[in-house]
């Protein structure tokens, strides 16, 4: 709903930062479905008594706001905690804490980015699953691929062989067989991928936005 001064957006999102502002309210970042990434503010989020607002909340969402401030409001219903059998695996809450600082950090805002959102729901409902590593790896490099550093494991990059893939081109982020790679062993990432191997690409991809890496997805590194 448009008119001259107040821009009306509804959609559906997780709640993925929230930050006091004053003694009342609270600044959220939302990733919703249709717009991506938006920020705002809650009024009363911190004293809210029902359905106080927690990060990694699923819920509805509608964002005002005048064209001529920045910081539209939310309004937030939340209709299911996504987060509740993560919280208290503190293992499992670094994890869901570091997919979405890296959003944070590196998705612009109001760009759709409606496949990470998609696989954002993925990553926490297979969190707590025996797959959650798994399911956090896999969700880096789909990041990664939206950022523009797809990653391509499935066969050579220098002669297009499927057997002994053993490195990975930290230049392309394409996997080098064992023959190919024999002569730059040492430049080169090691198969499987890891979680060291995608932190160094996507400490890439914020050094290119002029970012630095969030604190949050230093901490999933200690294992
Ligand atoms: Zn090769």
Redo the contacts with the bound molecule.
């Keep these: 709903m448009y008119n001259s001064n107040n821009m009306k957006l509804e959609s559906v999102g997780i709640l993925i930062n929230l930050r006091p502002i004053g003694e009342r309210d609270s600044v959220a970042r939302i990733f919703t479905y249709d717009f991506g990434v938006m920020c705002g503010v809650m009024r009363a989020g911190q004293i809210a008594r029902k359905n106080r607002p927690l990060v990694g909340q699923m819920g509805a969402v509608a964002w005002n706001a005048r064209l001529d401030s920045q910081l539209g409001t939310f309004h937030w219903e939340p209709e299911k905690n996504l987060s509740s059998p993560i919280m208290c695996r503190p293992v499992l809450l670094d994890m869901m804490n570091s997919a979405f600082a890296l959003i944070s950090a590196l998705v612009p805002e109001r760009e759709q980015y409606k496949h990470l959102y998609t696989q954002t729901i993925k990553l926490l409902e297979q969190l707590p699953t025996e797959s959650g590593d798994a399911a956090y790896l896999q969700w880096e490099t789909e990041l990664l691929r939206e950022l523009g550093y797809g990653l391509n494991l499935g066969l050579?990059g220098?002669?297009g062989?499927h057997d002994d893939l053993m490195y990975i081109s930290p230049r392309t982020g394409r996997a080098?067989?064992k023959?190919?790679g024999a002569p730059y062993a040492d430049r080169l990432y090691k198969m499987p991928l890891d979680l060291n191997t995608t932190y160094k690409f996507i400490e890439r991809a914020a050094a290119t936005q002029g970012t630095e890496l969030p604190f949050q997805r230093r901490l999933i590194m200690r294992a």
Excluded: Q
């Design positions: 050579c220098a002669c062989t080098i067989c023959n190919c």
